[in-house]
């Protein structure tokens, strides 16, 4: 069973870990912390068969990390993680529904999907934060699968310009070879907005990017979470030193 017991020094109130679901319970946890963040939170139109949970189709096939509080046994924070494998027998990954991911074809027997990231907002510290990542780590090694995709969301709050700003940005330090562009299905309208904003890089992304991952192309618009999506796509032959000391151990 995945484990990584969290650093009390770090959160001394807390005691956390993080393991993969082993339960339909655990999976329901999670999908209830998703609906909170995403439909009650963020305003995301989320049709579910269950008030109150976010869940669809791709949720029965992939594995649930979850970090737990283990003083109260509630999921404060949680990643879908779709094995190549499960890709595979279901016929799709998430992203390739936003996005023609052709370029990508060879990497898919060893590509694993992340997504529907989220934390509940009491528990939005590094430590949450460094559990989830840890949990990640753990799960590539020792399944040896070499690369880690995911689609990070920026919200459309202002219009799209925050996110056409940010995509300006990455395009300058962090922008995957051509051979590894993939390509929105339903793209943002980059030329419309103001590209020129002096954003910040949001922490999801920030975290891929310190990892060594990079952006394969333009953001998708999503108009049910109303978010721009950047495919954001780490070789773990290409982790960055710093990041592989701390997570894979």
């Not at 390739?96 to 991911?101: A, G, I, P, Q, R």
């Not at 510290?125 to 989830?132: F, M, N």
């Not at 962090?174 to 020129?196: G, H, I, N, S, W």
Request: charged share 20%.
């Amino acid at each position: 069973m995945l484990q990584v017991q969290s650093n009390p020094a770090k959160a001394p109130r807390r005691q956390l870990s993080v393991a993969l679901a082993r339960s339909e319970d655990h999976v329901r946890a999670a999908q209830a912390l998703r609906y909170r963040i995403f439909a009650e939170e963020m305003g995301a139109r989320i049709v579910t068969r269950e008030l109150g949970l976010d869940q669809d189709l791709f949720d029965a096939w992939c594995d649930h990390l979850l970090v737990i509080d283990d003083q109260t046994g509630d999921v404060v924070g949680t990643y879908r993680i779709l094995a190549p494998h499960q890709a595979q027998k279901l016929g799709s990954y998430y992203s390739d529904t936003e996005f023609d991911l052709t370029r990508l074809q060879h990497l898919r027997p060893q590509l694993v999907e992340i997504g529907r990231s989220c934390v509940h907002p009491d528990y939005r510290t590094g430590a949450t934060i460094t559990l989830l990542w840890s949990g990640l780590a753990a799960y590539m090694r020792e399944r040896n699968y070499n690369y880690l995709a995911g689609c990070a969301s920026v919200s459309l709050v202002d219009g799209g310009h925050t996110a056409a700003s940010l995509y300006r940005k990455l395009t300058e330090t962090a922008l995957a070879p051509v051979e590894y562009r993939v390509f929105p299905r339903c793209p943002l309208p980059l030329q419309a907005l103001d590209q020129k904003l002096d954003t910040e890089v949001p922490a999801l992304i920030k975290g891929y990017l310190r990892a060594g991952a990079q952006v394969c192309g333009m953001p998708a618009w999503d108009p049910d979470f109303n978010t721009a999506d950047f495919f954001m796509l780490l070789s773990m032959n290409n982790v960055d030193q710093r990041y592989a000391r701390h997570f894979l151990r």
